[in-house]
């Protein structure tokens, strides 16, 4: 009985400290472009690599852009491109997930085959065949992020409701009169709900990891465009002088991703 | 070399709190001993405590003396598999799911008696010959049937030949109609002199051993004899209530007077993947009677049923109702019963619903909750939380509410404890009487049904169980 | 039994032979579009990938047009572009001029090395740090190889690559960062693939020792008597592999895109390295090429896994 509870205390502190750490990188990201007067893009040739705490918070960058005002840009960018990435997997992927497991037959059929069509590549190596079409562009990148990971919730969510629908207690409900619309919202949804919060969550890190690592190697947003992973290739030849400078963007992106596996709560494998 | 066993004053504390409470008996070869009791009475806390497998955490006090010698707090692993041998509780989670049964048979002659692998290896498929298995040898565990596997540790605890033999409530999990099978089993060890100790919430097993019995309650020993004496002419009450929950101590019924059909079915037949499960069945089911289905499993009880229901469409055949019933009448009872109710909601939300949905007043089931000892307190409290004769009670009343004129009630006391088994049967037999229910109830138990019902149809097994690869899973 | 075992192996293997086919469809059809989408000439464009751009000549490109019949419908230029994939006719690469096919047969090997001691190294610390962690789950061991694990996690490859460069080549100047040629070389871009897989295994190995500590059978080997070392290997070994050797398939995913960051990263002449660089020049031949074959490796080595598992696991052989 104790171990159940200090199980679960601090399963829920974890949570607590990823949705700290997440609500606080969010702040930034969208109040930070707002408030803070320096312009991303605007290069100060005379201050370049600045060290943090002079005119510039954090210092700036080899051409002189204030690293913090790029720093708060980069962040509203991953975590919006985050947001839409798993919004437009999570949805298509769960509505579909429970149409297919309530309707059986030849359309469960055919969406599990066109499931393990995305799943038979790698999901960054799909990513980066779209990206092909148009490296340092925004469109490939987040079609390629929401298709591969589409996938995830509808099998996650066909599974669990074909369970759910073959327990006795959906039945008893159909035999008692509750009609599809009761059940799929009062029992299958509520079950399916910490399934799915902790599949975005851990996702979230995902999109964020892969937007980075795509723009590190080039192949996905590039420069001036301010984000971290670009933001690290274009201050990578200045590490032997301004470490922490490279550091900066490797931190925020190991906060954010943090954060979000966190925030999933479980230690998902 | 034969073992006698004798324990005194055993006491198990955690903390403060003191879970056993000076138990004491002697087991001697030929005299099997039974410890009587529902789960939660610490009956399996003695068979660790003998063992020497009570967590860490647990005091343990009094004496376990073998053969003189007493071996409490002393570290037993020498003993294991040769002086005392241990028949697992639900063996088919005990026996290693990457081994074949004859393996795990053998390694006990390879390693503990030291043959070589080959004769190992014929010793063990020998045991396995013994119990019936020997289309099994080359089978794993998943394979195999629920009653195999305890079969198969069967095998392996006579393999070893301990002097000192204890079944940890070996009829758990099981098909009541397995549960003489394995009793006999058990009795054989016993009369080839071993000394027995069987751990069993199951009086009909208690019978079959004879030898000695106890009976616990909450961690003590009420009531301590010659098996005889004590299933015969029990003297603490709660004893009494023991015996008289089993089917086959009820006092005979008054019989139901049934009128017209509710529900008939004229040459149903239905097959799952090539194999006929029903074939060319007629029933009738009248109001106001209960019909027993009784059968082994796998021979289509629930299909039955649940064809009648319109939960399965049969491959031929028809079934008709009594006209101008709503099929809302037409109703379901479970075997497991938390798996009946939503996990997330609490009970009370889940009558909310059936009450808005058919515009119901809440005051509808009031009464209902009142007959079945439902107190409102229970209705905050989500299907974890309740005890399984509690959620069944709630599951009939739920299942009341709609006024049904049949319900299926798909062994509804078999995952149930005696005492609560005897409340929902009597509720059953009650409805037929005074609300003219039919009712129609598949059971394992023959008992049963002839106490509750008027009538009783056998369905014959469409394959031979025993052979059939992997055709009945063990409950998990 | 043994016959049906035999039957679902074949099933398994059928199905990783679709998924084959699915890959090279969709690498094939994907690839046809980019060469379809980029500017300029086609038939030049195809011309220079087959003969080299130094014999490129004016009517080199008509014959190309001619031949693959560019003015035909859609569809069956399609079909001529698989038709050549199926027979791994995959062309020359538009920069170097050499045959696609010559290029990954060198750079795959390099691949395989890195990725092969990757596993190598994620596999010699995963499992005694598993066991650590296990041994003592909950207390302060077990919380550090968590807490490590998390933060590793948290972190993409080209991160823990950087972490490494300053550590080993900047700071204590041990190894190279970047490069090719000997173990030194080798090292560090092994290592940060083995440090992102070793943060998942870890995990596993502890968690699937603990379960079969645990679990009813691992005890009951106990009480048959057994000797613990008959216990431990024969039954606790064998069964706490399971879930470990069935993770392999999913550390694929993640070592064949950490192959394309790390080999970026250091510099390092696999195929990772070449899909970038084939992206970067709008190669088509050398991206259809790298995906192809990087695609192809992973279902045959995702296929020895289901038979590892399938070997380990009768459950899992008959499912």
New interface residues.
């Given amino acids: 009985m104790t171990k159940t509870k200090t199980m679960t205390f601090t399963f829920s502190r974890r949570r607590a400290a990823g949705a700290a750490l997440i609500g606080a990188l969010a702040l930034f990201g969208t109040l930070g472009p707002a408030v803070i007067a320096a312009d991303p893009a605007q290069q100060d040739l005379l201050a370049p690599l600045a060290p943090p705490g002079g005119d510039y918070l954090l210092g700036t960058d080899h051409y002189g852009r204030s690293l913090l005002a790029r720093l708060a840009h980069a962040t509203r960018l991953s975590l919006g491109l985050a947001v839409l990435t798993v919004l437009s997997a999570a949805i298509p992927g769960t509505l579909l997930g429970i149409a297919a497991a309530w309707a059986g037959g030849i359309a469960d059929r055919a969406l599990g085959i066109v499931s ?2 995305i799943l ?7 990513v ?6 148009a ?1 340092g562009q925004f469109l490939p990148l987040y079609l390629g992020l929401a298709l591969a990971q589409w996938v995830e919730y509808f099998r996650v969510t066909r599974a669990t409701a074909r369970t759910l629908l073959s ?3 959906v ?3 159909r ?4 009609g599809p619309g ?1 059940i799929a919202r ?2 299958i949804l ?2 399916l709900a910490p399934v799915l919060a902790t599949l975005m969550a851990f996702n979230m ?1 995902t999109a964020v ?1 892969a937007i ?2 795509l723009s ?4 996905g947003l590039h420069p001036p465009t301010a984000e971290w ?1 670009s933001m ?1 290739t274009e201050l ?1 030849p200045y ?2 002088e301004a ?1 922490f400078h ?1 550091l900066m963007p ?1 931190a925020m ?2 906060l954010t ?2 954060g979000f ?2 925030l999933a709560g479980e ?1 998902r ?1 | 070399m034969t073992a006698s066993l004798e324990v005194d004053g055993l006491t198990i504390a955690s903390g403060g709190h003191k879970l056993i409470r000076d138990v004491f008996f002697t087991v001697r070869p030929g005299v099997p001993l039974t410890l009587l009791g529902e789960s939660g009475s610490g009956k399996s806390l003695v068979v660790q405590a003998i063992m020497g497998t009570l967590p860490a955490e647990l005091s343990v006090t009094g004496r376990v003396v073998l053969d003189g010698k007493d071996i409490l707090g002393t570290d037993r692993r020498a003993l294991w598999g040769r002086r005392i041998g241990l028949l697992p509780q639900e063996p088919w989670l005990a026996l290693d799911p990457t081994m074949r049964a004859d393996g795990q048979v053998a390694e006990v002659y390879r390693h503990v008696r030291g043959l070589p692998w080959s004769q190992a290896r014929q010793s063990g498929r020998a045991r396995l010959r013994e119990l019936g298995l020997e289309a099994a040898s080359r089978r794993y565990p998943f394979q195999l049937s629920g009653g195999m596997c305890q079969r198969v540790a069967l095998a392996i605890a006579r393999a070893a030949e301990t002097d000192l033999l204890l079944a940890d409530e070996p009829t758990k999990g099981l098909d009541r109609a397995l549960r003489d099978d394995v009793a006999n089993g058990l009795k054989a060890e016993a009369d080839r002199g071993r000394s027995l100790i069987t751990i069993t919430h199951d009086v009909a097993v208690a019978r079959v051993l004879g030898g000695k019995v106890g009976v616990m309650l909450d961690g003590a020993m009420v009531e301590y004899g010659p098996a005889g004496s004590v299933l015969d002419s029990p003297r603490h009450d709660y004893t009494r209530q023991l015996l008289m929950a089993d089917p086959s101590a009820w006092a005979p019924r008054k019989p139901l007077a049934p009128r017209d059909t509710v529900i008939e079915a004229r040459g149903l037949t239905k097959s799952f993947g090539g194999v006929p499960v029903i074939e060319d069945v007629d029933l009738d089911i009248l109001a106001g009677e209960v019909v027993a289905l009784l059968g082994p499993s796998g021979s289509g009880k629930s299909t039955l049923g649940n064809l009648l229901l319109g939960l399965l469409r049969p491959d031929r055949g028809e079934i008709r109702r009594k006209a101008g019933l709503s099929p809302l009448r037409f109703q379901k009872v479970y075997q497991d019963p938390p798996s009946a109710f939503a996990p997330h909601q609490t009970v009370r939300t889940a009558f909310a619903d059936l009450a808005k949905r058919h515009g119901l007043d809440w005051k509808r089931f009031v009464p209902l909750f009142e007959r079945f000892r439902l107190s409102s307190g229970l209705l905050d409290r989500r299907p974890g939380q309740l005890s399984g004769g509690e959620l069944q009670r709630f599951a009939l009343c739920r299942v009341l509410a709609l006024e049904p004129a049949f319900v299926l009630a798909d062994e509804p006391t078999s995952r149930l404890d005696p005492i609560t088994q005897r409340e929902v049967a009597d509720l059953l037999h009650e409805l037929a009487a005074e609300h003219g229910l039919g009712v129609l109830m598949v059971t394992h138990d023959h008992a049963m049904a002839r106490n509750l019902a008027g009538r009783v149809i056998e369905l014959r097994s469409a394959e031979p169980d025993a052979s059939s690869p992997g055709g009945v899973t063990a409950p998990a | 039994m043994a016959i049906s075992i035999q039957r679902q192996t074949g099933r398994l293997l059928a199905g990783r032979a679709m998924q084959a086919v699915t890959v090279a469809g969709l690498v094939g059809v994907l690839s046809f579009a980019l060469v379809r989408m980029l500017p300029g000439d086609m038939a030049l464009r195809i011309a220079a990938s087959r003969y080299g751009p130094d014999l490129l000549s004016g009517t080199a490109a008509d014959d190309v047009r001619a031949e693959l019949g560019l003015d035909q419908p859609l569809a069956l230029q399609l079909a001529d572009w698989l038709g050549r994939l199926v027979r791994f006719d995959l062309g020359n690469s538009l920069v170097s001029g050499q045959p696609v096919i010559d290029e990954l047969a060198v750079q795959l090997g390099y691949s395989l090395w890195l990725a092969g001691f990757a596993l190598a190294l994620s596999v010699a610390m995963a499992v005694p740090i598993g066991l650590i962690a296990g041994l003592s789950a909950g207390r302060w061991p077990d919380r550090a190889a968590l807490t490590g694990a998390i933060l590793l996690r948290a972190l993409p490859a080209f991160v823990t690559g950087l972490c490494l460069i300053i550590l080993f080549s900047v700071w204590l100047g041990w190894l190279p960062p970047a490069g090719f040629g000997t173990w030194r070389e080798l090292t560090l871009p092994a290592l940060t693939l083995a440090l992102g897989l070793a943060a998942l295994s870890s995990r596993v190995v502890r968690d699937s020792m603990v379960a079969v500590a645990a679990s009813p059978y691992f005890a009951f080997a106990r009480v048959k008597g057994l000797p613990e070392r008959t216990v431990v290997m024969r039954h606790g070994l064998r069964n706490g592999a399971i879930p470990v050797v069935s993770l392999l398939g999913l550390q694929l995913i993640y070592l064949v895109e950490g192959v394309v960051v790390v080999e970026s990263l250091f510099a390092y002449p696999g195929i990772g390295h070449a899909l970038v660089h084939a992206i970067f020049a709008r190669d088509v031949p050398m991206i259809q090429g790298t995906a192809l074959v990087m695609g192809l490796v992973f279902v045959a080595v995702n296929m020895l896994v289901d038979l590892a598992c399938a070997a380990l696991d009768p459950r899992q052989a008959a499912r």
Wanted: proline fraction near 9%; avoid cysteine.
């Fill in positions: 393990d069509m038979a590549l790698p999901g960054l190596l799909l980066l065949l779209l990206a092909a079409f490296p327990r006795p207690h039945e008893a409900s035999l008692l009169g509750f009761y009062r029992l509520p079950e890190g990891l980075s690592t590190f190697i080039g192949v992973g690290a990578l590490y032997f470490p490279v490797a992106i190991l991703v943090l596996h966190l230690d494998s």
